[in-house]
């Protein structure tokens, strides 16, 4: 991998999409320069010197070094006496490099050996070009072989407009052809045969096989929601053959962070995220998404607001506008204190009311009716409010002995799961678990979807055992999640019920101090999945895209999609995000990356949610190794060439010094010498000033900002974070 040459930006905007929230996305591209025609020996020019080593390759004389793609001139993927000839015409003038290079980052792309210029791309005659996924996917299919190679497949109805074709096939999920073809809810197949390309898909299967062709044959990567990042290639083939079957484990995928959602073109869809937690407004023509609707998994306290309102008469409106103000009009309750008892009938009855009436209301607005509830995992909340407080009547606290209160909600969510079949046939109910006891009898019906909350400690690695006797300050820690989760996807199981994890890898206060957990991500989605059953995941990202959350972000959403990859394969991901992202010195980024992460592993038990910055790493590995680590990202700068890149860079070396300076204040400043002070000062100089320039937010909470004036007999961590979030007496 060589340098990137530019950056160019792109306005794309959102065709058919029809919501205000994205009503159209900035995509850029980086274009990779892994080689330049004509440079043959690689060395930067094009010259004598080139034509000799393209000589002795063509005569096989060899010793010399020959780069294929910068010696192929005529892209026919051999290197002989046709190559050498171009190569002598262009430095005699009578050709040029520049117009034999092409102006793409694809120079030639063939399907079965047939070049894509005599192609078209054709849907099924009857696609609803407003409606049908398998439109869009054939849509973006041609888009991005318009951006890689510059020519853009047309997209016809009828095979007849062309000689050659690529076929899309969308496939009913719950049709004979998609059990044959063993395609599930949304998997796919593509395949060359007599150089045509046929594919086929069930719900996003289409889209979703389009974009693997993206990625693996045209060799651009989704990865940001402000970037994409294109391969240089001199030819690809989809080669004749081509046979690729897959069907994603995970029903419910979605990466929640900053740009996941305000860029889902760019993003969500083509990392295969399908999954809302409370957002889910796509249409038909993005495929529709699963998951909660409307509300949120904490639902009850809108449920009891809606049942108590009052529905005004017609003259207000839409069935849908008057269903809303009669949500608006109801009795609020407190999210943080009330649970509804779980035991008594005239309650369940009045927020079961309150659900049918939200569903009632979707349907108005057309929501609903756009599903189909036989075979989508859509699905209405009927779950806990975000707290733990939980009904204390007799006979609650009596049932809650043995069935916990786990097993009481679960329970009504059975009831409503059952109940509201005959009015929604095959809508599934979500509940949420804050209390995780096994119930000694109450089992999930089948179209009830848990959301199992979390786990307890944010450090140790799930299914090592690692925690021991350690447990973080909230008194919890992995060992009994472990049990639990194993037996509630194992119930779930058993009854066909479904089990999606919450899961927060990221720090939401602390944005200087990002947790240290970049790594676990592998194995943890792993325990989750393959060993415990999981058939969903919610990650929840954060606020801040720098300090590797958006590569956690970015790995969060290939490991919901690809649930068998190795750990080298992950490593990979890792590094070539680190690549498209920082530039040439990535190398040195990932030695920084492992360091950060080793001096988290060296810290005890803590949970995300609320630990502070010296709970998740050891001070004293920081101070030892502060240096190493800041001459790492330097050396990475120096490697630089783009400028994107080192802004991202820069960042992440003031979030170094932060850390760096914080765990360091009483070596090199309160009983530092004169030269090391004077190096206190100067590092925290350039990272305040670093940070006040961008004005980059440092947490989610609006106490914490970048104070108004340095003060270097204070350490940054309390000067920044004060409240609470550390006491400088406990400094190193
Ligand atoms: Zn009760
Ligand atoms: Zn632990």
């Known amino acids: ?19 205000g929230a994205i009503s159209a996305s900035a995509q850029g591209f980086v274009y990779d320069e892994t080689y330049v025609l004509g440079d043959v020996d690689g060395n930067g ?10 000589k002795a390759t063509v005569s096989g004389t060899g010793g010399f070094v020959c780069i294929e793609d910068s010696a192929d001139f005529n892209g026919d993927t051999s290197i002989d006496a046709k190559d050498s000839y171009l190569m002598k015409m262009c430095l005699s003038g009578s050709e040029s490099f520049e117009t034999l290079e092409g102006d793409y980052q694809l120079y030639k792309l063939t399907v079965g050996g047939n070049d894509i210029t005599e ?24 888009k991005y072989i318009g951006e890689a190679t510059g020519f853009y497949v047309p997209v016809y109805r009828t095979d007849e407009n062309t000689e050659r074709h690529i076929y899309f096939h969308p496939v009913e999920p719950d049709s004979a052809e998609a059990k044959e073809l063993e ?110 609707l409307f509300l949120q998994s904490h639902s009850f306290v809108e449920q009891w607001q809606m049942a108590t309102g009052t529905m005004p008469d017609e003259s207000a409106g839409t069935l849908a506008d008057r269903l809303y103000q009669k949500w608006q009009s109801g009795e609020l309750k407190d999210w943080q204190t009330w649970q509804p008892c779980a035991t008594d009938e005239k309650i369940y009855e009045k927020l079961f009311s309150g659900l049918l009436d939200f569903c009632i209301m979707m349907e108005a607005r057309g929501h609903v009716l756009s599903q189909k509830y036989e075979y989508e995992t859509y699905n209405m909340s009927f779950a806990i409010n975000d707290n733990a407080h939980f009904c204390q009547c007799r006979n609650c606290r009596k049932l809650e002995k043995t069935e916990g209160y786990s097993g009481l909600y679960l329970e009504m969510g059975n009831k409503a799961v059952r109940d509201i079949q005959e009015y929604y046939p095959g809508l599934k109910i979500s509940v949420s678990l804050y209390d995780y006891t096994i119930p000694a009898t109450i089992r999930p019906h089948k179209d009830i979807i848990i959301s199992y909350v979390a786990h307890a400690c944010n450090n140790h690695i799930l299914g090592t055992g690692d925690c021991g006797d ?47 957990s970049v790594f676990d991500l592998y194995y943890n989605y792993n325990y989750l999945v393959n060993e415990c059953g999981f058939t969903g995941i919610l990650y929840e990202g954060s606020g801040a895209t720098y300090n590797f959350e958006s590569l956690k972000a970015y790995l969060a959403s290939r490991l ?91 960042t992440l070396l ?26 206190y000062e100067e590092r925290y100089t350039e990272m305040y000033n670093f940070l006040k320039d961008n004005n980059l937010p440092i947490s989610s909470h609006v106490v914490y900002t970048v104070p108004d004036k340095i003060d270097f007999t204070v350490d940054p961590m309390t000067q920044f974070y004060i409240n609470g979030s550390w006491e400088s007496s406990k400094l190193p």
Request: charged share 25%; proline share 3%.
């Open 183 to 292: 395609l599930g809810l949304e998997g796919y197949i593509y395949k060359v045969e007599n150089g045509e390309m046929h594919i086929y898909g069930t719900l996003r299967g289409n889209m979703y096989a389009a974009y693997e062709i993206i990625e693996e044959y045209l060799g651009i990567r989704f990865y940001s929601g402000e970037r994409s990042y294109i391969y240089k290639n001199r030819t690809v083939d989809i080669p004749e053959g081509t046979d690729r079957y897959y069907e994603p484990r995970l029903n419910f995928r979605y990466v929640l962070h900053t740009f996941s959602v305000s860029t889902a073109e760019a993003f969500f869809f083509p990392r295969r995220m399908n999954g809302t937690n409370l957002y889910a407004y796509y249409e038909p023509y993005h495929g529709t998404l699963t998951g909660t």
């Open 1 to 19: 991998m060589k340098k990137i040459i530019s950056l160019a930006l792109c306005v794309v905007m959102l065709a058919g999409c029809g919501l």
């Open 470 to 516: 350690n447990k973080t300050f909230l008194g919890r820690n992995n060992l009994e999640d472990e049990i639990a989760m194993k037996e509630w996807a194992a119930l779930c199981r058993e009854t066909g019920a479904e089990i999606w994890h919450f899961t927060w890898p990221v720090n939401y206060h602390y944005w200087l101090s990002p947790s240290p």
């Open 654 to 679: 003031a979030c170094c010094d932060f850390m760096g300076l914080s765990s360091s204040y009483k070596a090199m400043y309160v009983n530092g010498d004169s030269e090391s002070r004077a190096v």
């Open 560 to 650: 919901m999609w690809d649930t068998d990859m190795t750990y080298d394969e992950f490593i990979g991901h890792m590094k070539e995000y680190l690549y498209m992202h920082y530039g040439d010195g990535y190398e040195y980024v990932y030695e920084y990356l492992v360091m950060q992460n080793e001096a988290g592993d060296l810290a005890g038990c803590y949970s995300n949610n609320h630990a502070r910055p010296f709970d998740m790493y050891s001070h004293d590995y920081l101070r030892e190794n502060y240096d190493e680590m800041r001459g790492l990202i330097l050396k990475a700068i120096e490697m630089c060439e783009r400028d994107d890149s080192e802004y991202y860079l820069r």
């Open 119 to 142: 192609y078209s791309i054709v849907i099924p005659a009857d696609t609803d070009s407003e409606n049908d996924n398998h439109h869009y996917a054939a849509m973006e299919l041609s």
């Open 45 to 54: 020019d094009q010259n004598g010197k080139d034509a000799l080593a393209l």
